[in-house]
């Protein structure tokens, strides 16, 4: 079952570029748009450089002075934050968060909150959502950059669960299998290349060989781009042969 899309909410945002890359990401994952809260800059030419085919959700870009207006209409909303502190609220790793808890909540206006590059999120942002949750990193004093973390928490709450209920994206054209037609032309290529140079050398027939190389090639499951790659080894040894030097 498909998840309904959260709200992103960045607080006294710095970088014009974190601005623009968290737009592609906004982009990339379904969302219209995103909110700012105090933001200590705008949306500029470096923005817009940054978000790439992301500048499509700038006109869905929300304004407010403080996280209390823009959590307004949100019934739930998640603080993105490893700050510790005895006014912390309940701590989830996200994953966790996003696979096991949200899910059995009743439906509601999900909010992610993330903090300024500098800082993060101060307690008193942290008391305005019901819960806070951190990306697991490796370094003890690990964080990700903004644009990153964002991503991250997109991913684990829209693109992980899209990837296991959803049916695969197609294929691209060149990851198409080999037909049938062209696994035996090129096997008929294989057995008059060898011929010409006389294999094999020993006790083995040459359709004995055949049988091997087409087992081979079966078990192999040729993609049709890799069918072309062997033509095009072919030809040029083929070449060669015709033309020593």
Not at 19 to 35: D, E, N, Q
Not at 55 to 74: C, M, N, S, T, Y
């Amino acid at each position: 079952m498909s998840r309904q899309l959260p709200v992103v909410v960045l607080v006294e945002t710095m970088g014009s570029a974190n601005l623009g890359a968290v737009a592609r990401t906004a982009a990339a994952f379904g969302l219209s748009g995103f909110r700012l809260v105090s933001p200590r800059c705008e949306v500029d030419e470096e923005t817009r450089k940054w978000a790439c085919y992301g500048q499509r959700v700038f006109p869905g870009i929300e304004v407010f002075d403080d996280l209390h207006a823009a959590l307004k209409d949100i019934t739930f909303a998640v603080a993105l934050s490893r700050r510790e502190g005895r006014s912390r609220h309940k701590h989830y790793h996200l994953p966790l968060l996003a696979e096991k808890i949200l899910p059995d909540l009743p439906d509601q206006r999900l909010a992610f909150v993330f903090g300024n590059e500098e800082s993060g999120l101060s307690l008193e942002h942290l008391k305005a959502c019901h819960c806070s949750a951190e990306i697991p990193v490796v370094a003890a004093d690990g964080s990700l950059n903004l644009a990153h973390a964002v991503t991250v928490t997109l991913y684990e709450w829209i693109g992980r669960n899209r990837s296991t209920d959803s049916p695969p994206p197609p294929k691209n054209r060149h990851e198409e299998p080999a037909s049938p037609e062209r696994i035996r032309d090129l096997m008929e290529r294989c057995r008059e290349l060898l011929a010409q140079v006389g294999y094999p050398h020993h006790r083995s027939t040459l359709e004995e060989e055949m049988v091997k190389l087409e087992a081979v090639a079966a078990k192999a499951q040729l993609e049709d781009w890799e069918a072309r790659l062997f033509f095009g080894m072919i030809r040029q040894i083929e070449y060669r042969l015709q033309h020593p030097e």
